[in-house]
T-cell receptor
Framework: EDQVTQSPEALRLQEGESSSLNCSYT??????LFWYRQDPGKGPEFLFT???AGEEKEKERLKATLTKKESFLHITAPKPEDSATYLCAVQSLVTSGSRLTFGEGTQLTVNP | DSGVTQTPKHLITATGQRVTLRCSPR?????VYWYQQSLDQGLQFLIQ???????AKGNILERFSAQQFPDLHSELNLSSLELGDSALYFC??????????FGEGSRLTVL
C-alpha cells in the first residue's frame, strides 16, 4: 500500500525566514510525486510534479526536490501570502490512471 | 480557477437523508476522481471514472455511489447520512500528463 508521511505537521516562520518541508514516501513504483497548496476551505492547487530522483522544479519562492525515498519543498524568503497547507502526493505505476495518495499536509504560517 | 466546477458549495442536511454532489471536469478531460477530506483525515480517494466507466474504487462506503454521464459530468450520491459523513468532498479531473486539478469542493454538514 502506498504511503506518504509529511513533516512537520505545522510550521511557523517569520517573513523572510527560509525553511524546508519534508515528504517521505513508499510506493509500488513511482510514476510521479506531486506538491499541492491548499488554502482553508478551498481545493488543492497544483504546484509541481517530479518524476525521478535528482529532479528539481522551481516556482517563485518554492523549490521542490526528489530523492528515492523523500521529497523536500524549500521555501526561500517566504511572505505571509505563502501561508497555506502544503500537500504531497504520490502516483503509483501499478494503480489505475492518475489516482493520487496524499499525505496529511504541513500547515505553514508566515508571520509578517 | 482550475476549470473543475462543483455544486453545491455548501450543503446542510440531517442524519438519514440523501444528497447528490455534482462535478463538471475541465474541458477535454475524460477522468473524474472523487476525494473526501475530513477534519481529522487527509484527502481520501473514493472513486474514479473514465469516460463513463468506473475505473477504480478506494475507501468508498456502500452508502455512497457515483456515476459519470455521457456529457462527462459526474455525480456522487451519499445516502443514509451519518454525522461522520460531514466533510469536504472534492472532485478532480486529470490532465494527459497525470496532474489532478481539483474543484473548490462541496462542504457537507450533517446535523
Amino acid at each position: 500500500e502506498d504511503q506518504v508521511t509529511q513533516s512537520p505537521e505545522a510550521l511557523r516562520l517569520q517573513e523572510g525566514e527560509s525553511s524546508s518541508l519534508n515528504c517521505s514516501y513508499t510506493v509500488s513504483g513511482l510514476r510521479g510525486l506531486f506538491w499541492y497548496r491548499q488554502d482553508p476551505g478551498k481545493g488543492p492547487e497544483f504546484l509541481f510534479t517530479l518524476y525521478s530522483a535528482g529532479e528539481e522544479k522551481e516556482k517563485e519562492r518554492l523549490k521542490a526536490t526528489l530523492t528515492k525515498k523523500e521529497s523536500f519543498l524549500h521555501i526561500t524568503a517566504p511572505k505571509p501570502e505563502d501561508s497555506a497547507t502544503y500537500l504531497c502526493a504520490v502516483q503509483s505505476l501499478v494503480t489505475s490512471g492518475s489516482r493520487l495518495t496524499f499525505g496529511e499536509g504541513t500547515q505553514l504560517t508566515v508571520n509578517p | 480557477d482550475s476549470g473543475v466546477t462543483q455544486t453545491p458549495k455548501h450543503l446542510i442536511t440531517a442524519t438519514g437523508q440523501r444528497v447528490t454532489l455534482r462535478c463538471s471536469p475541465r474541458s477535454g478531460d475524460l477522468s473524474v476522481y472523487w476525494y473526501q477530506q475530513s477534519l481529522d483525515q487527509g484527502l481520501q480517494f473514493l472513486i474514479q471514472y473514465y469516460n463513463g466507466e468506473e475505473r477504480a474504487k478506494g475507501n468508498i462506503l456502500e452508502r455512497f455511489s457515483a456515476q459519470q454521464f455521457p456529457d462527462l459530468h459526474s455525480e456522487l450520491n451519499l445516502s443514509s447520512l451519518e454525522l461522520g459523513d460531514s466533510a469536504l468532498y472534492f472532485c478532480a479531473s486529470s490532465s494527459p500528463t497525470g496532474e489532478l486539478f481539483f474543484g473548490e469542493g462541496s462542504r457537507l454538514t450533517v446535523l
